[in-house]
């Protein structure tokens, strides 16, 4: 398996422009998470799905950020319009949900987005 | 809320010392607990799992504990080596989503 794909690697980007993260999990996986790392904030969890459904979005700092998971195979994570403030590592993790017991096995990260907003 | 703390922040010790990483929850009706590794630059790699009714995992020269009741764990490290340099990060699992903690910087010096 080829893991947690992310694309792009990196995104250097002008304030007020549109970003779109993508991300391919695990295959077999029926969970999947973004989170955003930063020197002050350390790893945040931004939005987590469940069989293509968000779950809990509490995390997404404000309506300028947006996630979808149209397939199990692929999800997106937009910004719109970015600012500076928004430059960090955006990173997708997939799991898998045992149904009945909610708890997850093993979580698999992929390699993350660098993203500079200018 | 649950609330994940990792003491030290930093540690740096020399080649083939044996050491302990600590990892603390406030809420102890956790699912799992999984330790990673990140490197600098990298993404987080999956070192550890233990599921809440067990005690200890093993892998290789990592040992990691786990402590409901106390809210704590431990990833001890055997016989350290340069390469183990890296960020060292826990994660508890409740309902549906992971918290992590901010991470042990480990250095080992040849």
């Known amino acids: 398996d080829a893991g947690v794909i992310q694309s792009p690697r990196h995104e250097v980007t002008e304030m007020g422009q549109e970003v779109t993260l993508r991300c391919k999990p695990i295959?077999?996986?029926?969970?999947l998470f973004w989170y955003r790392q930063t020197m002050m904030r350390g790893l945040e969890l931004l939005i987590y799905?469940?069989?293509?459904?968000?779950?809990?979005d509490s995390g997404m700092p404000e309506d300028r950020f947006s996630a979808k998971m149209p397939n199990a195979s692929f999800s997106t994570l937009k910004i719109q319009p970015s600012e500076p403030r928004d430059s960090a590592v955006y990173f997708c993790a997939s799991s898998l949900l045992t149904s009945g017991t909610y708890s997850y096995n093993e979580q698999f990260f992929g390699p993350g987005t660098r993203l500079t907003v200018l | 809320k649950q609330e994940v703390t990792q003491i030290p922040a930093a540690l740096s010790v020399p080649e083939g010392e044996n050491l302990v990483l600590n990892c603390s929850f406030t809420?102890?009706?956790?699912?799992?607990l999984q330790w990673f590794r990140q490197d600098p630059g990298k993404g987080l790699t999956s070192l550890l799992l233990i599921q809440s009714s067990q005690r200890e995992q093993t892998s290789g020269r990592l040992n990691a504990s786990l402590d409901k009741s106390s809210g704590r764990s431990t990833l001890y490290i055997a016989a350290s080596q340069p390469g183990d340099s890296a960020t060292y990060l826990c994660a508890v699992s409740g309902t549906y989503k992971y918290i992590f903690g901010t991470g042990t910087r480990l250095k080992v010096l040849a």
């Open positions: 799905f469940n069989n293509n459904v968000p779950i809990d």
């Open positions: 295959s077999g996986h029926n969970s």
């Open positions: 809420d102890s009706a956790i699912y799992n």
